[in-house]
């Protein structure tokens, strides 16, 4: 099982950004999938969560401007960023629960991270 995000870059304060996660492999089903961020010096912090029932939460300090969706038919977790801003530079990590094998319980993976960078 893999995950694979993309889509960071640089813009310039209040553009937009869009991130995918991709889940590829062999795997019974997929829980819920999430977007992480870590800044340099900083935890990593949860940004968006999203479950397979599509219910989502958002860190306070993106409520409104980033958006997070997933497509159950091909795996894929988005993270629609509007807005930006400085202070949401940082490395974004996808994160999903996934189920190996219908009887498996489910576990954490993880895609690399993508660098998003704010410029003021």
């Known amino acids: 099982v893999q995950l694979q995000a993309s889509g960071g870059g640089l813009v310039q304060a209040g553009e937009s950004l869009r991130l995918s996660c991709a889940a590829s492999?062999?795997?019974?089903?997929?829980?819920?999938m999430a977007w992480y961020r870590q800044a340099p010096g900083k935890q990593r912090e949860l940004v968006a969560s999203i479950t397979g029932g599509g219910s989502t939460k958002y860190l306070d300090s993106v409520k409104g401007r980033f958006t997070i969706s997933r497509s159950n038919a091909i795996n894929t977790a988005t993270l629609r960023m509007t807005s930006l801003k400085p202070e949401d530079t940082a490395i974004y990590y996808c994160?999903?629960?996934?189920?190996?094998?219908?009887?498996?319980?489910?576990?954490?993976?993880w895609g690399q991270g993508t660098q998003v960078t704010v410029s003021s």
């Open positions: 492999g062999s795997f019974s089903s997929i829980g819920s």
């Open positions: 994160s999903a629960n996934i189920r190996p094998t219908f009887f498996s319980d489910p576990s954490a993976y």
